[in-house]
């Protein structure tokens, strides 16, 4: 870490790359969601060289869930105690130490996702809040306290819509 900014290492770099280009398979703002469409979840897989792309329906009970964990309301774990998945990774004692193993495309995400986890960085993930957006970002702000993808766009309609409201 650098005095005045976050940085995080290239790994990490790559995580936060893998985790936010899955969450965004799902586009609201443009009506787009590449897991439902046909073929997509296997090219999207193909497109990052992750291996064996999995049914794309667990995908998108993954996404979902990943997706409710970071905020997004509109998505859930399913279940009370939220989604289990097997047979995605495995861990491996190596001598070095334990190692997040991946046997699909879905194992890779939830293994950077989860590496993102132990190195106190999921926190970070956010869901936009704009209903009409809800893009996945990572939040690199100093005191991670961003709230929108894009103050520009999302953060400036939401100032202007309670602007009107307030002036009304």
């Known amino acids: 870490m650098t005095a005045g900014r976050v940085t995080a290492s290239a790994p990490a770099e790559r995580d936060i790359e893998l985790v936010m280009s899955f969450l965004n398979t ?3 703002e443009d009506g787009v969601d590449v897991l439902a469409e046909r073929g997509g979840w296997s090219s999207w897989v193909r497109d990052r060289d992750l291996g064996a792309p999995g049914a794309a329906e667990q995908a998108a009970r ?3 869930a ?4 970071v905020g997004d309301h509109l998505a859930r774990p399913s279940g009370p105690t939220g989604l289990s998945t097997t047979g995605e ?3 491996h004692i190596r001598e070095h130490g334990p190692v997040l193993v991946a046997h699909t495309a879905i194992g890779e995400i939830l293994a950077a996702a989860s590496r993102l986890s132990t190195l106190g960085m999921w926190d970070r993930v956010k869901i936009c809040p704009a209903d009409s957006c809800r893009w996945a970002f990572y939040d690199r702000s100093r005191n991670r306290s961003r709230t929108w993808c894009s ?3 999302c953060g400036n309609r939401e100032k202007a819509r309670i602007w009107r409201e307030k002036h009304a």
């Open 66 to 69: 990943l997706r409710g964990s």
């Open 26 to 28: 799902l586009d609201v």
């Open 89 to 91: 990774l495995t861990v």
């Open 62 to 64: 993954v996404r979902s």
């Open 151 to 153: 103050m520009q766009v």
